[in-house]
């Protein structure tokens, strides 16, 4: 089971995921544990990483129709959302 309330709590504070959804810092220490794929970089040359979501992120985290999330991190370390617009 994910911990939820683990995420809701650390986009709360300021810093590298402040305004993020839950999803972003967890599927960011997925990504420490080496799982997404990088995809290319985005229109500002960020690297972008895909993650598959599993059915029980998708429920833990309300993802509602999303089974794909897309992450970069900024050259000051704060990590986001990215859509799927990237060149390899």
């Given amino acids: 089971m994910i911990d939820v309330n683990k995420y809701t709590q650390r986009v709360k504070s300021f810093g590298k995921f402040e305004g993020c ?5 967890y599927l960011y220490d997925c990504l420490m544990d080496g799982d997404g794929e990088e995809i290319g970089k985005d229109d500002a040359g ?9 059915c029980e992120e998708i429920e833990s985290f309300d993802m ?7 992450l ?3 050259s ?4 986001f959302e990215r859509m799927p617009d990237v060149t390899a």
């Avoid at 509602?64 to 897309?70: A, M, R």
């Avoid at 000051?76 to 990590?79: A, C, L, P, R, S």
């Fill in 21 to 25: 959804r839950p999803i972003v810092p």
């Fill in 46 to 54: 960020y690297s972008v990483v895909k993650f598959e979501l599993t």
């Fill in 64 to 70: 509602g129709d999303i089974t794909s999330v897309y």
């Fill in 72 to 74: 970069a991190e900024d």
């Fill in 76 to 79: 000051q370390g704060f990590v």
